[in-house]
């Protein structure tokens, strides 16, 4: 079996009985009333770029990635965040978009270790997919962030001249599950909000401001000293490499997956292995599943 690769519609099924019908890039869509934009344009086949959106949470609107075009409107809402409505006419794409896109992804690149031309971390995480996906050809901005570690670090990319960078975060390795790397956060807030929404631990927080922000673990802790109870949510919503699995860092990522049945307790979860070879590589929360649908 290949690796099963799960579609992730970017914002909750709305549990409505109305039904509307939208238009998204020419092709006509029906859905439940209060559906974002987002979900009904992945359920028509058309991908919009995202990076703080996931169906494992409520939408939240901060990347600025999956911006869309609406007849009739002024602007361009974000799709995460905007309800579908009958007869509405969606535009996925167009040339103020892509520019609006690359714009956004550019200010990420020039503050994040993994970004255009450089190698670091899997190289599979969703990040890379939406550079891919938006396109981006150029970093106007240099690769002299304040996140970047300095290039004699031996874990970072950016130019140094042998002193960190004025926010450096050493690693957490703490964790013995998971490693947490501060340089390549985006501050999308998923994790805060799967530890919150979807754990109950709220473990996670944002501390500083602006170009100061920071995910934190509890008190500014280090992972394995605070309220962290390693459940993986936080891994699981991650869309950089921010934070990853130690496991796929050694062994690298899997190739295949094999649906399973967790035998800790009498749920039930179904959880698929994930295997590089005949190696077990990780276990990640299957979405199909009938008890856990997904939780982890």
């Known amino acids: 079996m290949s690796l099963i690769q799960e579609t992730d519609y970017g914002t909750p099924a709305s549990k409505a009985e ?35 959106a996931t169906d494992m949470l409520d939408s939240f609107g901060s990347c600025r990635v999956c911006l869309v075009e609406v007849e009739g409107r002024n602007g361009t809402p ?11 006419v969606v535009h996925t794409t167009s040339d103020r978009l892509n520019a609006i ?24 995480s969703e990040f890379d997919h939406v550079i891919s996906l938006v396109g981006l050809a150029e970093n106007r901005y ?9 290039a004699d670090i031996g874990d970072g990319v950016a130019p140094g001249e042998g002193s960190l960078t004025i926010d450096y ?30 754990q109950g631990t709220f473990a996670l927080t944002v501390e500083g401001r602006g170009f100061e922000s920071r995910i934190v673990a509890s008190m ?15 891994v699981q919503a991650c869309p950089t490499d921010a934070l990853r699995e130690k496991s796929v860092l050694e062994k690298g990522m899997p190739d295949r997956s094999v649906v399973t049945t967790c035998a ?19 276990m990640m929360p299957y979405k199909a599943g009938k008890s856990n649908h997904g939780h982890s």
């Open 18 to 52: 109305k039904r509307v019908t939208l238009t998204v890039d020419g092709k006509a869509v029906t859905v439940p009333e209060g559906t974002s934009i987002m979900r009904a344009s992945m359920e028509a086949g058309i991908e919009i770029p995202k990076l703080c």
């Open 78 to 88: 974000a799709s995460c965040t905007t309800p579908a409505a009958e007869g509405m």
């Open 101 to 124: 896109r690359k714009g956004v992804l550019e200010l990420y690149v020039s503050d994040h270790p993994l970004g255009f031309n450089e190698k670091a971390g899997t190289g599979a």
């Open 142 to 150: 240099g690769v002299e962030g304040r996140n970047h570690v300095a």
């Open 169 to 198: 975060m050493v690693k957490d390795e703490s964790n013995p599950y998971f490693t947490y790397d501060p340089s390549q956060c985006i501050v999308c807030s998923r994790c805060v909000r799967a530890c919150a929404e979807v």
């Open 220 to 234: 500014s802790e280090n992972f394995i000293d605070s309220e962290c109870v390693s459940c993986g949510a936080c």
């Open 264 to 282: 800790y307790c009498g749920v039930g979860c179904n959880f698929k292995a994930e295997l590089k070879g005949d190696e077990v590589v990780r």
